[in-house]
């Protein structure tokens, strides 16, 4: 015991907010999280999660290979690694792209991170200055706007449909700003079955945003979790793939197709950018924990992720169906929604006027949980949508709570006179 008094100082005696940084004063949690946290302990049936489904894990093969490793390779397993990565996962990442995703080896230098969660903010580090311009999605990935904001960039929003990002809103967009003598750094796209909206970007703009790129001198951050996740439909490939100049990074992770916890992700970039966030991550956390990386490494050689990934398709498709057909069945007319054909999310956009975020009281009081859209939108102006997650609770909770949740929609609806 150091004798120091257990808990927080009494109120009064010690005035916080005074020691914290501007930029940590600017930092808010979000309201929604507060009424999620009551969710997680009562009997409502959460479809707001973002989490893959534990059942997934392959525990299994863990045990099998961790074994191995500290048999064989404690050594470099439990020592400090460097900042880039181990070598043979960095090696075999950049094999595993080019035979899957057509993306030259020789092109690329591949750098762990630990989460991809941690390339957004090495992006941002590394790229923004105040007051650049950064495309983003409308609506994207909220913890990517987090990364990003703490670098106050300008964020420019491109709407999108069912084909993903609006590219040839994009494309005016980028040439107003041209004639104001402006120009965009990058553009953020989660480009397949994208978070939160499920929908994907299709090829021809992928090859319209690389030649855009190219036109107006940009970057492409890519930001692929799910793209493996895929129950219906045809690959496509991703925008990496038609990048010959070195202008898109692409972000990997094994979150969705091994396991959250290990934070083992990476990004694939040109060399003399992976340079530059090298140094950059060097300052956060010297490297990505190298017994994650070690066991990460096995299990993509030794092809257990190959193996792994069609059985959690497998395991999520019923629940992307059982979704899809719950909405079809319990919805009220003026509801839409995305059908995405992998991944974890589909969006929910309900007639205008209808504020989610005031909704998830009514919601949560009749069972269920969303997360509403607004904070997925960069400049928060769009209150009528919501995420719904189908990949943590099972089929017939999906049902479940989707009929719950047409129930206060339909009464939404008819408050609002239509
Ligand atoms: C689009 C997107 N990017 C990045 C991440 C973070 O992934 P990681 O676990 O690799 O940090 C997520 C996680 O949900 C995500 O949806």
């Known amino acids: ?136 999605e409308g609506p994207t990935y909220l913890a990517a706007l987090n990364a990003f904001k703490y670098y106050d960039p300008e964020f420019l929003s491109i709407p999108m449909d069912h084909n993903g990002m609006r590219v040839d809103i994009l494309e005016e967009k980028l040439k107003e700003l041209k004639a104001e003598g402006k120009r965009v750094k990058f553009v953020y796209t989660v480009s397949t079955f994208q978070n939160p909206a499920g929908v994907t970007m299709s090829l021809e703009r992928r090859k319209h945003l690389v030649e855009l790129a190219k036109e107006y001198d940009f970057l492409i951050v890519e930001d692929n979790p799910y793209s493996e996740l895929r129950y219906s439909g045809e690959p496509i490939p991703p925008i990496k793939h038609f990048d010959d100049e070195g202008r898109v990074f692409y972000l990997g992770t094994f979150s969705k197709i091994f396991a959250p916890g290990f934070r083992v992700g990476w990004i694939a970039a040109h060399p003399h950018f992976i340079r530059k966030l090298e140094i950059a991550k060097q300052a956060v956390d010297l490297c990505t924990n190298p017994f994650g990386q070690v066991i990460a490494w096995k299990y993509v050689a030794d092809g257990y992720l190959d193996e792994h990934i069609p059985k959690v398709i497998e395991f999520y498709k019923p629940r992307r169906d059982a979704m899809l057909e719950a909405l079809e069945e319990y919805m009220p007319e003026g509801v839409e929604w995305t059908r995405p054909d ?70 939404e609806i008819k408050a609002l006179g239509k």
């Open 342 to 411: 992998g991944g974890m999310f589909i969006w929910v956009t309900l007639p205008e006027g209808i504020d989610t975020k005031l909704m998830m009281e009514k919601a949560v009081a009749k069972g269920v949980a969303y997360v509403p859209g607004e904070a997925f939108f960069a400049h928060r102006d769009v209150k009528n949508t919501m995420r719904l997650n189908f990949t943590y609770v099972p089929e017939e909770k999906i049902r479940e709570g989707v009929r719950r949740l047409a129930e206060v929609i339909e009464e």
């Open 1 to 136: 015991m150091s004798g120091k008094p257990e808990g927080n100082p009494a109120p009064g005696t010690l005035n916080f907010e005074l020691f914290f940084s501007e930029k940590a004063l600017q930092m808010k949690a979000s309201e929604v999280r507060e009424l999620l946290k009551l969710v997680e302990t009562s009997d409502v049936i959460s479809l707001a999660g973002g989490l893959p489904a534990p059942e997934t894990f392959p525990v299994e093969i863990i045990k099998k290979i961790t074994q191995e490793v500290l048999t064989h390779h404690a050594d470099k397993a439990l020592q400090y690694g460097t900042t880039l990565g181990f070598t043979p996962l960095r090696l075999t990442l950049a094999e595993w792209m080019e035979k899957r995703y057509g993306i030259p080896a020789s092109d690329i230098e591949v750098m762990i991170v630990s989460g991809s969660q941690q390339a957004l903010d090495l992006i941002g580090r590394v790229f923004i200055n105040p007051g650049d311009i950064v495309v983003v």
